[in-house]
């Protein structure tokens, strides 16, 4: 059965644990329960569903600082591959508790020594109701191979209640994207040379055709850009705080 869900975004400001705008997006899935994302920066975000705390590549040091000892601690955190903007122990140590589960690339499982590793393919069972396919992210174009070989890293399909959201780590618009069904929600990066071009993002976005999509990881990108290719899609293309 087709994910049906309903949309909604706020924006609201706080000192408390936070600088500058807080962007969240809030989702229903198919049994009515909210799942709560909210933009961080770059590739970091949070993800709230059903009393649990998900971390998606938290970086405290990457430009804007980011403490991670004022947020909740973190059930889940996932780590998409070993770059400095991707994975930071800091991080990780400040949003451990007991039980948090951290998975990662198998890179990552080794640099940490602890957790659970996943390679392309592998799926795991966060908890009842929650499962979490890893997928390939890597580079294509020539030149560029280096910065992510296949194999290596993982982008992450993460299914909650039916609602279905694709976090694509740093990928370029490769042909597995193309087995991808049902993608309620995407995140793509858009800064080349490392990830995609807006023009490689919107291909990447006709193929998966997620309802919703937040480019990400965009930096100095003209973002603007993405919205401007994918005018008429049918997509939903959703500008947050991902520099």
Do not use: W
């Not at 889940?76 to 991707?86: C, G, K, M, N, P």
């Not at 080794?110 to 592998?122: F, H, I, V």
């Not at 995609?196 to 997620?210: D, G, S």
């Amino acid at each position: 059965m087709k994910t049906i869900f309903t949309l909604a975004m706020t924006t609201a400001m706080t000192a408390a644990a936070f600088a500058g705008d807080i962007q969240t997006d809030t989702f229903k899935t198919v049994g009515g329960k909210d799942v709560v994302i909210t933009a961080i920066k770059h590739a970091s975000l949070r993800i709230q569903y059903d009393g649990l705390e998900i971390q998606v590549d938290p970086v405290a040091k990457y430009a804007p600082e980011t403490d991670y000892a004022k947020f909740p601690k973190a059930d889940v955190i996932l780590v998409t591959h070993e770059h400095f903007d991707h994975f930071d122990r800091d991080a990780i140590a400040a949003l451990k508790k007991d039980g948090t589960q951290v998975i990662a690339n198998p890179a990552v499982h080794r640099m940490l020594g602890s957790g659970t590793a996943l390679t392309n393919g592998e799926q795991h069972v966060i908890a009842k109701g929650i499962k979490l396919d890893a997928v390939p992210a890597y580079n294509t174009t020539s030149g560029r191979t280096q910065f992510h070989p296949k194999g290596r890293d993982n982008g992450y399909v993460l299914t909650m209640d039916g609602l279905r959201i694709y976090i694509a780590g740093d990928t370029e618009d490769i042909p597995e994207m193309a087995s991808l069904k049902d993608i309620d929600v995407a995140f793509l990066p858009c800064n080349q040379p490392y990830t995609m071009t807006p023009e490689q993002v919107a291909k990447a976005a006709r193929t998966i055709k997620p309802k919703v999509l937040f480019p990400y990881h965009y930096s100095q990108t003209p973002i603007k850009n993405v919205v401007e290719l994918l005018a008429g899609s049918g997509i939903d293309v959703r500008i947050r705080n991902y520099q």
